[in-house]
């Protein structure tokens, strides 16, 4: 992808963060508008900032990584794959420990590098323990910690792929990142047995149904390679035998690395902040709807009472009608307010016209049949003067059509709350908006590409 494109990508994922961030800002200073002035339901506004702090420390956190610029890098794998031995290589000096021992690496750890001499890119690379360690339960949630941080996932295997890794390697694929196979230690095996365990990695990404590593994606390394003997002849014509540690074979590697990070570094970065962003804002929602459901439903029935009652009243034709619009427009800023989502009258209609038109035609039902039922309730009041018994046809036009009107404005506020919980994923710079503007605009040599799927079913 062109790099004025990757810019546009990373500035539109900025614009979509800062939007969340203001969005639940105001929810956290004012306890949601709606709910702050009713004191009876003071809790609401109490107890939200505290639940959902994690969620908003997550936007920041995001935002604050694509202001830094700074691509993350995970290193996955079994124990002794030699995972840290291939970050050693890649930053061509032994920063991070390494052994003979099964899980010299006990907790992630982080180290920068700069992966060429121009330094425009700057990349964390992270270190995780073996996924077949002790305390199963607390590395899975390790794991998933991390890869959700990652921008690209490398994980390490050391020959032909075992059962518990391939098992890794689909639960990290849902992680929904961009991933490296990389076929560490090739330096252990002859010629004709390291290309046959190569050709078995590559049928397997091409013969398992979800791709879990597309073949382009596999590269083989030699990240610490085994001492040699070598032969020392002296100049008194002594002969020795020494051990020497040839230079890792870590090229393939960094070649695969830096052409995806200059392909699509910047585009991997706003993706990623925007899935952390989307998911954090649904917890946020879920945790709102949970407080917040019974003010909710309180507030639909409220207004379907009075709008009902406002429209059946109202004897003049097209302004009852009118009012219905009006009241399911305040109907929706008010549950915005509740779930502490500051709506414009222009936002509110527009939601509104979605609500209408993905309602499968009931909502314009209720609206012809108020037009229809209000120009026979004003044809009754006009006769009325003349004849008191257009009285009787007058009331059961007003029945029907408030019945009408206040059903329509149950089915506005309830379609309403399923928009207003996802919070600000949805509109213009909402974050699966962006997410699909960005997944439609990606090249088809990219890994991005052949995530676009995965990542759009996610969406909805």
């Not at 996924?131 to 390790?142: F, N, P, S, T």
């Not at 008010?334 to 609500?355: D, H, N, Q, W």
């Not at 009408?404 to 600000?424: D, K, N």
């Not at 909402?430 to 699909?436: L, N, Q, R, Y």
Request: charge should be negative; glycine fraction near 8%; hydrophobic fraction near 40%.
């Amino acid at each position: 992808m062109r790099t004025s494109q990757q810019e546009s990508h990373l500035n539109r994922a900025k614009a979509s963060l800062r939007q969340a961030l203001s969005w639940y800002s105001h929810l956290r200073k004012s306890g949601g508008g709606y709910a702050i002035r009713h004191a009876s339901r003071s809790r609401f506004s109490q107890d939200l900032p505290g639940l959902v702090k994690p969620e908003i420390d997550i936007l920041n956190a995001a935002l604050n990584k694509l202001d830094s610029n700074v691509v993350r890098i995970a290193t996955f794998g079994l124990v002794s794959r030699g995972k840290s031995a291939v970050l050693n290589a890649l930053m061509g000096e032994k920063i991070l420990q390494t052994g003979p021992l099964h899980g010299v690496t006990q907790y992630p750890r982080s180290v920068r590098w700069t992966p060429s001499e121009k330094g425009k890119i700057q990349v964390e690379l992270i270190d995780t323990p073996g996924l077949d360690e002790i305390e199963g339960q607390i590395r899975a949630q390790m794991a998933q910690d991390v890869a959700r941080q990652a921008d690209l996932i490398l994980f390490v295997v050391a020959g032909d792929i075992t059962r518990t890794e391939y098992q890794a390697l689909c639960e990290l694929r849902r992680a929904q990142k961009p991933l490296i196979l990389v076929f560490n230690k090739i330096d252990l095996y002859p010629e004709t047995d390291r290309e046959a365990i190569y050709n078995n990695l590559r049928q397997l990404a091409v013969t398992q149904g979800d791709e879990v590593v597309s073949p382009d994606e596999i590269v083989m390394v030699a990240a610490e390679p085994a001492p040699l003997e070598v032969r020392v002849e002296w100049a008194d014509d002594n002969v020795t035998y020494e051990l020497e540690t040839p230079a890792p074979q870590i090229t393939e590697l960094q070649q695969a690395i830096l052409r995806i990070l200059n392909r699509e570094g910047r585009s991997l970065l706003a993706l990623n902040a925007l899935v952390q962003a989307r998911e954090a804002t649904a917890t946020i929602a879920h945790k709102t709807v949970e407080l917040r459901q019974q003010e909710a439903e309180d507030l639909i029935w409220q207004f379907t009472k009075y709008k009902a009652l406002a429209v059946a009243l109202n004897p003049i034709a097209f302004l009852d009608v009118l009012g219905g619009v009006v009241a399911d427009l305040a109907l929706i800023r008010s549950l915005a307010r509740v779930y502490g989502l500051p709506m414009t009258g222009y936002e509110a209609t527009k939601l509104l016209r979605t609500i209408s038109l993905s309602s499968g035609g009931l909502l314009l039902t209720e609206l012809g049949s108020g037009m229809f039922l209000g120009l026979g309730k004003s044809t009754a009041a006009i006769a009325s003067s003349e004849n008191p018994g257009n009285l009787t046809a007058y009331f059961g036009a007003a029945i029907a059509q408030g019945s009408i009107a206040g059903y329509g404005s149950y089915i506005v506020g309830h379609a309403a709350q399923v928009y207003l919980e996802r919070g600000c994923t949805w509109g213009q710079l909402g974050t699966s908006t962006v997410i699909e503007e960005i997944l439609a605009e990606v090249d088809r040599d990219t890994i991005l590409y052949r995530l676009r799927q995965e990542l759009s079913q996610h969406l909805n």
